[in-house]
């Protein structure tokens, strides 16, 4: 069975990720970060639930100054868990929040560099250093306030909100997506500040398990060992969403890597805690699970069995978590479950719809239509699990079809690209609909804009009509 990968230790707050500390939980709340009644009452409802740090977005001064006010009213009401400021876009605004949060989590992809465009820019070597010079000239004095502030930071990379710069130098690889994180964690290591975590998120399973397997082999090569966040990004709703998470989450805690965790649901932000906690109580069973079937895969089939009765969440769970890795790897393109063959609580086509699904969440077969969404946060400016459904209602039966429903900018365009149609949030009550990376309509009312999405995507797949 495979051990944990020993990493350094980040101090956040009153709790430490890594080493051999436990493996820590956390959510992202969905509110209004000015809204400092709902925002606490939401983070109560992560932390009673389990989350043992809360992430809140701030696109700007006004939110990174009310963190101050959020995290007093938690601390007044015994609430002492650690909160975190979500920072895009205005590299001043973390270092606001650094005085006021625990942690903040910088994306590379958009800290200095303009958000993505898509566009191919040429690079001369020198030319390419000058841009890593501005990169150190405005992280140098944020790290100094967090060095002053006792503020950890997490330098989180997203597959879909790359830098034009990385894109036209490295591809959308993920030798592209770790040197973004390479490109700031050595800055921080020359600077002598260890209180970081890193994490590479995609909603492509396979794209963030392979990124993250380079990450680890990288920091090795130069000796760093910071701990790692898992998360597989825009993972969806449902049933769809709990097997997604776990076949890429999964796939890296059964090979003992990761430190903390945050399962991706586009429901209530409380609903994701119960499913991570059963992640980690999962591993060593898994890892098991996941060693055996691999040494008996036979014409390409991967063979999960399970005696016990369990709950129906657990079993697709532990199926989703040990399958992930041999099938991401391609060492096996079918699934077989075979469970309670001397009990009738679960139909076998049930069970054949159960692998169908993790097939599709490791990206080998696609037998339905595959929805990349986000969980919302404060940047979320309409009602995207309303939204969510009545494109599900709609579209279902077109399997095979990529959509993507994102509830803003961030890293909208940038998955649009691994979907066929996107559904974006462009200003409030406003949406932008793309087709692939191209924007094809902006800032249609939101009351319209599912209608206006079925429009394009009837008018692409039967342009003759």
Not at 270 to 281: F, G, M, N, S, T
Not at 390 to 409: D, E, N
Request: charged fraction near 30%; include cysteine.
């Amino acid at each position: 069975m495979s051990t944990r990968r020993i990493s350094s230790v980040c101090h956040v707050g009153n709790i430490a990720i890594g080493g051999d500390n436990p493996i820590r939980i956390q959510s992202m709340a969905t509110t209004d970060t000015n809204d400092t009644e709902a925002s606490v009452a939401q983070a109560k409802r992560i932390i009673d639930a389990g989350g043992e740090m809360v992430r809140f977005t701030t696109q700007g001064t006004r939110e990174a100054e009310n963190m101050k006010n959020i995290s007093a009213r938690l601390k007044a009401d015994g609430y002492n868990q650690p909160l975190v400021a979500d920072v895009h876009f205005t590299a001043h605004t973390a270092d606001i929040a650094a005085q006021y949060c625990e942690k903040v989590r910088i994306n590379p992809g958009n800290y200095v560099d303009p958000g993505r465009t898509f566009k191919h820019l040429e690079y001369t070597d020198e030319k390419y250093h000058e841009e890593l010079k501005k990169i150190e000239a405005r992280l140098v004095p944020f790290i100094n306030i967090c060095k002053e502030h006792h503020t950890a930071v997490r330098i989180g990379v997203n597959h879909g909100s790359l830098s034009d710069r990385i894109m036209s130098r490295y591809g959308d690889t993920p030798e592209g997506i770790v040197e973004s994180c390479m490109e700031f964690l050595r800055i921080f290591r020359r600077e002598q500040f260890d209180d970081v975590v890193i994490s590479i998120k995609a909603s492509n399973t396979v794209v963030m398990v392979q990124s993250v397997r380079l990450l680890v082999k990288t920091m090795d090569r130069e000796d760093m060992h910071y701990p790692l966040h898992l998360g597989v990004t825009e993972a969806g709703d449902g049933e769809d969403g709990r097997i997604k998470s776990a076949v890429g989450i999964g796939a890296l805690l059964t090979e003992g890597i990761g430190d903390t965790i945050r399962v991706s649901l586009s429901e209530e932000p409380e609903c994701e805690i119960p499913v991570a906690r059963k992640l980690i109580d999962m591993i060593d069973e898994c890892t098991r699970l996941r060693e055996e079937a691999e040494t008996k895969i036979h014409d390409g089939w991967l063979t999960l069995e399970f005696p016990d009765h369990m709950e129906w969440e657990d079993l697709q769970l532990k199926c989703a978590m040990a399958a992930g890795a041999a099938l991401i790897d391609k060492k096996a393109d079918k699934l077989c479950i075979v469970y309670g063959q001397t009990f009738s609580f679960v139909p076998q086509e049930r069970l054949r719809q159960l692998a169908d699904v993790i097939l599709q969440a490791a990206r080998v077969k696609f037998t339905k239509t595959e929805y990349i969404s986000c969980p919302g946060c404060g940047r979320t400016l309409y009602n995207l699990q309303d939204t969510i459904r009545r494109i599900k209602a709609a579209t279902s039966h077109l399997v095979g079809l990529k959509i993507g429903i994102m509830g803003c900018i961030v890293n909208g365009p940038g998955e649009m690209a691994d979907a066929d149609f996107g559904y974006v949030g462009a200003g409030r009550g406003k949406i932008s609909l793309y087709r692939q990376k191209e924007c094809i309509l902006k800032n249609i009312p939101e009351e319209e804009a599912v209608d206006r999405l079925l429009e394009l995507i009837e008018k692409t797949q039967n342009p003759t009509k």
